[in-house]
């Protein structure tokens, strides 16, 4: 019986951990979602934008309110008040329209990737977390590289699909890892067949987080080249760190590729 009673006390507190760090999990992409360029430049985007349309009605609204004293032959005093009141409106939604427009005009950052990371415990959860690390200081880098004008634009869109097409493919296998840890907890002699799969798979993922961190470091060389030093000197750093970069994108992207030939195959 106290057998019993204390294996029942220890399965409510793993349920208690497990719930908690769920719940962590959650918070933490939600702030990261909140955090991001791309996320805070289409907000600001959508409050000049409504902010606009909010003081255009109440432009509209105090003329009509004007127009309708005035053909009351209202003493003039009267009209003092919502005539001013509509001009105040109607200058805020001039400055709020402009203001959407120029960020219009400006380019949104390269959007990033937001998932979940593997629970607790999971083989697959400290090389997605690693991944997810690279990936905020990678497009973090990526937005510096756009307004510093550093690499052309084409450049930074095949860095960031060779950044999405790495993480989609590590995500998916990080998954796969995850389905065959819940089908050991759910029968254990199926452990002895499926552990060797599980560590193949997180072998790759150490790897592609590995490669990918590499991409970072290099894009994050030629940020740092651009912006020191010397112009002549600054300039000659950063075109040989723009070629590793270039290296760097192109070899994730063939190990991207390569690891998503692997997992149709698997898949066949």
């Known amino acids: 019986m106290p057998n019993a009673r204390s294996r029942t006390w220890t399965t409510l507190l793993q349920r208690g951990v497990d719930t908690a760090a769920e719940w962590s999990d959650v918070a933490a992409q939600r ?9 805070k430049m289409l907000r600001k985007r959508r409050w000049a934008l409504r902010a606009g349309v909010f003081f255009a009605f109440a432009t509209a609204f105090w003329v009509a309110v004007t127009l309708v004293l005035a053909s009351w032959s209202t003493p003039a005093w009267a009209l003092l008040i919502p005539s001013p009141i509509a001009v105040g409106a109607a200058f805020l939604a001039t400055l709020a329209f402009a203001r959407y427009r120029w960020l219009k005009r400006a380019p949104l950052p390269a959007e990033r990737p ?39 634009a084409d450049e930074v869109r095949e860095i960031t699909e060779a950044a999405n097409q790495t993480s989609a493919a590590m995500a998916a296998t990080a998954r796969e890892v995850v ?63 723009r070629r590793e970069l270039v290296s760097a994108t192109d070899r994730l992207a063939g190990w991207a590729h390569a690891f998503d030939e692997l997992g149709h195959l698997r898949g066949a």
């Open 31 to 39: 702030l990261g979602a909140a955090a991001d360029p791309r996320a």
């Open 114 to 152: 937001s998932r979940r990371l593997p629970q607790w415990g999971s083989a697959a959860r400290q090389p997605m977390a690693t991944l997810a690390s690279a990936e905020r200081g990678l497009f973090s880098l990526l937005g510096v590289m756009e307004r510093g004008r550093m690499v052309p």
């Open 179 to 241: 389905s065959m840890e819940r089908a050991i907890a759910a029968s254990p002699q199926a452990r002895a067949h499926l552990t060797p799969t599980i560590r193949a798979f997180t072998g790759q993922l150490h790897a592609g987080a590995a490669q990918y961190e590499e991409m970072v470091t290099a894009a994050a060389r030629l940020v740092s080249a651009a912006n020191s030093g010397s112009m002549s000197t600054s300039a000659m750093s950063a075109d040989r760190y």
